[in-house]
């Protein structure tokens, strides 16, 4: 029982961690999308002010 028990926790454990990094990977994809959006906007808006 002691067994089943520990090997739940591991599971839980590393399942938490790999989703955790999932989670930061899709925020660093969608941080870095909106940062070139960004960008190309304010590239457009500042050659398109003069």
């Known amino acids: 029982m002691g067994l089943v028990v520990l090997l739940l926790v591991l599971a839980l454990l590393f399942g938490g961690i790999g989703l955790a990094a999932h ?3 899709w925020m660093l994809i ?6 070139i959006a960004g960008a ?3 590239f457009g808006r500042r050659s398109s002010w003069r």
Not at 30 to 35: S, T
């Open 30 to 35: 969608i941080a870095g999308a909106l940062a």
């Open 23 to 25: 989670a930061l990977w």
């Open 40 to 42: 190309f906007t304010g």
